[in-house]
Structure formats: structure tokens, C-alpha cells
């Protein structure tokens, strides 16, 4: 995150499954990032995903946590996420910025995991991300009209993995 910002991905595919999918009314995704990729201990303080194509506004519960797992066969246990944003986000075709009310500590060693919880409850057909492809299972999704997702427990199917993940851009400071 020197400089502030360390952007993953410049895919120009578009995707309805990440980091939410609005044709149901609620969803969890589950990316992750490698330490590698991460480039050392940071205090992330934002993420921003990149939308293709905006039908309908969403509300999200964004989530994030250090992991052993370099992939996700199966969804990765995660009640001990860090809640790191929880709102209604006016979203707009391009980049989209969520802001943390509190940073989250990557500490620079382990792989990152990042769970985004859609709790919006309605649904509509339209709303796009770019994604960039990655290596196999990097990615899982799964989605209902019946209940919002807990990071509590996992959720009850396998849902689907996937090789893309959202191209993304971490904000914040890295450490010393």
C-alpha cells in the first residue's frame, strides 16, 4: 500500500457473482488475496471494487481476516472476521470506494480473506463488476431470497468457487 493504495487486477470482464449478486436478495462472497500480493503489513482503510454495469444501489456488510488458505475448495470458517464497513453505499459505474470506520491490521504474512455480506433484500437483473482471472478457487459465492448471511457460521451449501476475483483497490498506509 505504498503511496496509499495497492490495486489488484485490470480485468475487463464483467461478472454478476462479485463481489454481490443482485438478482437475488441477499448473497456472501468470500476472495482471497495472497501475502504476496499484499506486499507486506498495512493498515487497510478502504476497499474499492470496479463496476461494469449499475442497476440497482445494494447494502453490505464488508468483512476481512488473515487465512492460511490459499484457496477455497470449501467456504473458509470466518467468525472471527473483522467487521470493517456496514452500510447502504451509493454506488456508480467505475470505481467505487468503501470506506472502513476502522482499519483493518493486515499484518503482512498471511493470506488475506475478504467477505462481502449483501443484505440489501430486494432483487433486480443488471449490476456488473470487472473481474481479472486468478488462480483456481479464489473466489466462492452463494445467494438466497430467504435470509441474510452470518459470518457466524458457514453457509449451508457449497455454493460456487470460482478463477476470477473483483478487480480491486486497497486503501490505506503501510507500515514501517
Known sequence: LAGGELAIGNGTTNNSYLPCYSLYRYSYTQQIFTAAEMGGPSNISSVAFE????AQQRTFKIY???T???AIAS???AANAQLVFDDAQTLVQGWNTFEFTTPFAYNGTDNLLLIV???TGSYVSGNTWYVHSSTTNCS???YNDSNPYSITSNPTSAGTGLSVRNNIIFGGNRDS
Open 68 to 70: 492460511s488458505e490459499s
Open 75 to 77: 467456504w473458509i470458517p
Open 51 to 54: 463496476m461494469a454495469n449499475l
Open 117 to 119: 455480506v449483501d443484505e
Open 64 to 66: 476481512m481476516m488473515h
Open 140 to 142: 466462492r459465492y452463494i
